[in-house]
């Protein structure tokens, strides 16, 4: 089935440590992004990109690194200058930017600092 | 960047009940969505709206695009216990723009 795939589910990190997130989609779609949710926060974009070797900044990328290498897959790397880097991170993608606004979500990948 | 304001934060409701919540937002919208997450997952879309004073619903949900086009609402009828979960407004400026989403009504539906 076509559809969205974050991984890994859970990931437990420790402070200074960079981890990335994987992200793959098999829905031929042009764009994906990603997401930050917290608490009471709704969601927050953090990068798109709309074509392969190509990506754009969100609202809040200050501590977060991105690639576009394929159309398939979007990796979001959280880097140690993320200063408050726990929270569930979701992934999406859409036929072409913004378009009619319809986003496939992944099922979110929840990171945990200790 | 652009604001929704979404209400309530929250809601706990019996089953059968019937239940509101609203976006508005100081900017006009081209595209109001709204979309449900369950525990543990990523939001899945309800409905679209794309037309000033548009009604659309599907099953139980019907929601409506705000003649000012400021604003957007989400019924839902005769809740069920599988209602449970985040429900989010995302309104979108312009065809292609990204979307703005608003901060989630968290829907608790007790037996």
């Known amino acids: 089935d076509g559809g969205i795939t974050q991984s890994p589910k859970y990931l437990f990190r420790k402070e200074g440590q960079n981890v990335t997130l994987s992200c793959e989609q098999n829905?031929?779609?042009?764009?994906m992004y990603w997401y930050r949710q917290d608490p009471g926060q709704g969601l927050r974009l953090i990068y798109y990109?709309?074509?392969?070797?190509?990506?754009q900044k969100g609202d809040i990328a200050e501590g977060y690194s991105v690639s576009r290498e394929k159309k398939e897959s979007f990796p979001l790397t959280v880097t140690s200058a993320q200063k408050n880097p726990t929270a569930f991170y979701l992934c999406?993608?859409?036929?072409?930017?913004?378009?009619?606004?319809?986003?496939?979500f992944g099922e979110g990948s929840r990171l945990t600092v200790l | 960047g652009q604001q929704l304001n979404q209400s309530p934060q929250s809601m706990f409701i019996q089953e059968g009940e019937d239940v509101s919540m609203n976006c508005t937002s100081s900017?006009?919208?081209?595209?109001w969505l709204w979309y449900k997450q369950e525990p543990g997952e990523g939001p899945v879309l309800l409905i679209a709206?794309?037309?000033?004073?548009e009604l659309t619903s599907n099953g139980r949900l019907t929601a409506q695009f705000g003649i000012t086009r400021k604003d957007s609402f989400l019924n839902i009828s005769a809740s069920i216990p599988s209602d449970v979960g985040i429900y989010f407004c995302?309104?979108?400026?312009?065809?292609?723009?990204?979307?703005?989403f608003g901060e989630g009504t968290q829907l608790t539906v007790n037996p």
């Open positions: 999406a993608s859409s036929k072409s930017q913004g378009g009619t606004g319809e986003l496939f």
């Open positions: 829905l031929n779609h042009d764009a």
């Open positions: 990109s709309q074509i392969v070797n190509d990506f």
């Open positions: 900017s006009i919208f081209n595209t």
């Open positions: 709206l794309y037309k000033a004073g």
């Open positions: 995302a309104g979108q400026l312009v065809s292609g723009s990204r979307l703005t």
